[in-house]
């Protein structure tokens, strides 16, 4: 091929005709070079790089990442199926869709399980992979709106420079919002609807393998696309554009409803829902509200709860707000943006779904800066069906891009100098404003710089202990107690395909629980696999039998399997104990409850019946004075019905308390022998209002020990037990306990408040 001759000097003289003569071959290796190295750019304006070496695990070892990894190691080593794997959550199991693991990915990789290095992640991969789809998809989405490709170019750039794309890299299959504009996609240029069905059931396929949020936002810009055929047909009664309709959406529905149990959606047991419906929402206010001053360099950030700075994370960036303003100036004051109108009438169709969208991430208790616009509760219809979306604030994503989309076209209509001019300086405001959510962004991956693996738990001795294990459990069997501890020690169980009886999943399996909660039993009453590693997730006393077994390893107490009691392991300290013990779900106080209570929430723990016992190692408790001499027991609980309560402590009553369902605050002098003990034992005993209906005649005021659905428990002599209902309705939730020497001087400054944190079970 002959290169083209050119002038050098009198192009080099004048800029403007150099540009303007280049051969059109230069321009077309120009753009395609921009837009090979546009997404790279975004990528390692966002991520470290260090993330797409597949070796580095260390990284992702933390947060819900962990959960994704464990998911595809598990499955890598011990599948069972096509999509489950029981090594996590043993002996149940969970499914690839349940651990978040990427479906797509793990049967991409599991083929190829032999050739793999002994470490290996595949999130990093993804994350290049979603950065350059999610660019190549926005620019065919905008290309035939752009009156060329460069300014198709700079849209793509635009819709790749949405925060929420990148907020989402901690949920690593929901950075695919690609699907998302590929959705809008077909529903705006794909032409035929022949070729439309094959592109909704690819895409609905692939989303329903990869995660459900995705499906149904994807489902319901698919839903204006059915009703684009299916209203003006319904109107004229024309039967056979309505039957045309009707089979065509009935073959896409058919693709997610196949891929979904390919990746483990329908298994046995699985929960559909979790808690924190109305809780993850989006605020009225997310589209302009930073909610980190970091986060922004030129609008004020407002402070969110929780659940709202999460999911509900919505913030479109600084250039992307101006962006939308002068689509609205554009459309009502130039003629030529008024040449967009043909595009907003396609869009129609997308009004009732997007409202829907809308309205589903506001949910039931919508705010604006954190104030209560609207706040009503769900009708018991609809409780199931929230539980499924729970993290409902994502919903807005459709919403976002379609709002960007639309501002795009507007703008692409206007004078191509005035687009030249003001697309740039979008993306560069954008780019500023954004700059610190950035590298917050890339912080966040930061670790991946390192090839080290284990932070919290670097002796080799791990190891040995693992492999001398025929199974890990951990005490108490809740992943959040500490995160970190379990992904590393689970990591080393899964690589030798050693059961673990526990796993944090995004949606639970009764079953597994049951399983689990008997495991959890067994141990308080001090029976242990002797061949299984036991590792503490909070420092927990052990019933007196286990107490020679315990030792420590990097600050972790363990109990070790029996093959590998020789191991030079130090003996247990114990860390001080704050004097204020606490009963909710990420709480040191779950590990001093017997069997007699149910599984903590937020605020803190219920009794399943009307006897409970709470044992506190009060010897390593850490009081306000060095060594008091006396004991104030201040406790906050509350009843489900009005009852009187028996405390005891040591086996001798000390007081009784009237509780109520609002929660209320107690005080109970203890005897100075309380010290003396290495432990407290404090007893709670209902008093019920009245004798207990049983089966065949009436028991008598005494506590009565009852069944806890499938849970170990002694009955008193032989008397029948109460019904279940009855004896529910005696427990009492205790939510804190303080120890305090009633000589001390009182502390000037009030205590914090105690901060409501909903469990993070994957909102995924």
């Not at 309709?245 to 009935?250: I, K, N, P, S």
């Not at 069997?477 to 992904?487: G, I």
């Not at 010897?619 to 009187?644: M, Q, W």
Request: a positive charge; proline letters at 8%; one cysteine or more.
């Amino acid at each position: 091929m002959r290169l083209p001759t050119w002038n050098w000097r009198s192009l080099l003289s004048q800029p403007q005709a150099f540009v303007t003569n280049m051969p059109p071959q230069v321009w077309t290796g120009v753009f395609r070079a921009a837009c090979c190295l546009a997404p790279v750019v975004l990528f390692l304006c966002f991520f470290n790089p260090y993330i797409v070496d597949p070796t580095r695990i260390g990284w992702v070892l933390e947060a819900d990442w962990g959960q994704h990894v464990l998911g595809w190691n598990a499955y890598r080593h011990c599948a069972d199926s096509l999509n489950h794997q029981t090594c996590l959550a043993a002996p149940i199991g969970n499914s690839l869709m349940s651990l978040d693991a990427n479906p797509p990915f793990a049967f991409l990789f599991k083929p190829f399980s032999e050739l793999l290095p002994d470490q290996f992640q595949y999130i990093g991969l993804w994350f290049a992979m979603c950065v350059g789809l999610h660019f190549f998809v926005a620019y065919h989405l905008v290309r035939p709106y752009a009156q060329n490709r460069w300014m198709a170019f700079g849209g793509a750039i635009v819709l790749s420079l949405l925060p929420i794309l990148y907020y989402r890299m901690r949920h690593d299959t929901l950075v695919a919002q690609f699907l998302v504009l590929w959705g809008l996609h077909i529903f705006l240029n794909v032409q035929t609807e022949r070729a439309k069905m094959w592109h909704w059931i690819a895409l609905l396929g692939f989303a329903g393998l990869l995660h459900p949020y995705l499906l149904f936002m994807i489902a319901a810009i698919w839903g204006g696309d059915v009703l684009r055929r299916f209203w003006p047909a319904a109107r004229t009664f024309d039967r056979k554009a309505l039957l045309d309709t009707a089979w065509r959406a009935v073959a896409v529905l058919v693709a997610p409803i196949i891929t979904m149990g390919l990746a483990g959606t329908y298994t046995k047991g699985m929960a559909p829902g979790a808690g924190g419906w109305g809780y993850y929402t989006a605020g009225i206010d997310s589209f302009f509200n930073p909610v980190r001053q970091d986060f922004s360099n030129i609008l004020k950030a407002t402070p969110l709860n929780g659940g709202q700075s999460f999911e509900g994370y919505q913030y479109l960036g600084f250039g992307l707000l101006v962006l939308i303003v002068i689509a609205v100036v554009l459309y009502l004051t130039s003629p030529e943006a008024k040449r967009s109108k043909e595009f907003l009438n396609k869009l129609w169709p997308l009004a009732l779904p997007m409202l829907c969208l809308a309205l589903i991430a506001f949910s039931n208790n919508a705010k604006f800066f954190n104030m209560t616009v609207w706040n009503f509760p769900l009708p018991e219809a609809l409780r199931g069906p929230a539980a499924i979306l729970r993290a409902s604030g994502r919903m807005l994503w459709p919403v976002a891009y379609l709002l960007i989309l639309t501002s795009l076209v507007v703008l692409f209509k206007a004078r191509p100098k005035m687009v030249a001019v003001l697309l740039p300086l979008v993306i560069a405001v954008q780019a500023y404003d954004i700059a610190g959510f950035a590298a917050a962004m890339r912080k966040a991956t930061g670790l991946a710089q390192s090839e080290k693996v284990y932070y919290l738990t670097p002796s080799p001795l791990w190891d040995k202990l693992v492999e001398a294990s025929d199974g890990v459990d951990f005490y108490p069997a809740n992943v959040h107690l500490n995160q970190k501890l379990f992904y590393e020690v689970t990591w080393r169980a899964t690589s030798n395909k050693l059961p673990v009886n526990t796993m944090y999943a995004a949606r639970e399996n009764l079953i597994q629980v049951s399983h689990q909660e008997a495991g959890q039993d067994a141990f308080k009453t001090g029976d242990v696999k002797p061949n299984h590693l036991l590792v503490f997730l909070k420092q927990c006393d052990a019933p007196a039998n286990l107490r020679p077994r315990l030792r420590m390893l990097d600050g972790v107490w363990i109990l070790p399997p029996e093959a590998a009691l020789d191991l030079p392991l130090d003996k247990p300290v114990w860390d001080p104990i704050r004097s204020e013990v606490r009963f909710g779900w990420l709480d040191q106080g779950t590990c001093m409850l017997d069997q007699n209570w149910s599984r903590p929430d937020t605020e803190g723990t219920w009794s399943d019946g009307p006897d409970a016992n709470v044992m506190i190692p009060i010897k390593h408790v850490e009081f306000e004075t060095t060594r008091p001499r006396k004991l104030d027991l201040n406790l906050k609980a509350k009843s489900r019905i009005p009852v009187h309560v028996s405390v005891m402590v040591n086996d001798v009553k000390v007081d009784e308390i009237e509780l109520k369902p609002r929660a209320t605050e107690h005080t109970i002098s203890l005897p100075a022998s309380a010290l003396r003990k290495d432990a407290l034992k404090i007893r709670f005993v209902v008093i019920p209002p009245e004798p207990i209906t049983v089966e065949g005649g009436t028991e008598s005021s005494a506590a009565v020990s009852v069944s806890r659905g499938g849970r170990s428990q002694i009955a008193q002599k032989t008397e029948p037990k109460p019904e279940p209902q009855t004896a529910r309705n005696l427990g009492i939730k205790l939510i804190n306990i303080r120890l305090s020497d009633p000589d001390a001087e009182p502390d000037d400054e009030p205590a914090a408040p105690m901060q409501k944190v909903w469990r993070p079970v994957s909102t995924s």
